[in-house]
């Protein structure tokens, strides 16, 4: 028999994490089965990003992207002492939503 690994909780990648989170948010608000629609929706709506991460999409500096969250124009909260920002308040400041 072969000796198959499985990953373990800590060997997650944090993709893997970001779904398994999903999947247990959207498993506690139904109790039908979960579509992979819904578990990308809800990876898109947690998402988050960091001030680093927004420079080259929105073509700003890291300080240009920090006055426009202290100011509230992109929505944004500090975790651990660095700016997060979901894909839903990114969508919301670039007017896609």
Not at 59 to 80: E, H, M, N, P
Request: charged share 35%; no cysteine.
């Amino acid at each position: 028999m072969g000796n198959k690994k499985t990953k373990s909780k800590q060997e997650l990648t944090p993709f893997d994490k970001e779904v398994l989170e999903a999947i247990t948010r959207l498993s506690s608000q139904t109790s039908g089965p979960i579509t992979v629609s819904e578990i990308r929706e809800d990876l898109q709506k947690y998402k988050l990003y960091s001030v680093k991460e927004l420079e080259p999409v929105l073509g700003k500096s890291d300080q240009t992207i920090i006055r426009y969250l202290k100011a509230g124009k992109l929505k944004g909260k500090k975790v651990g002492g660095q700016w997060r920002i979901t894909e839903e308040a990114l969508r919301e400041f670039l007017g896609l939503d």
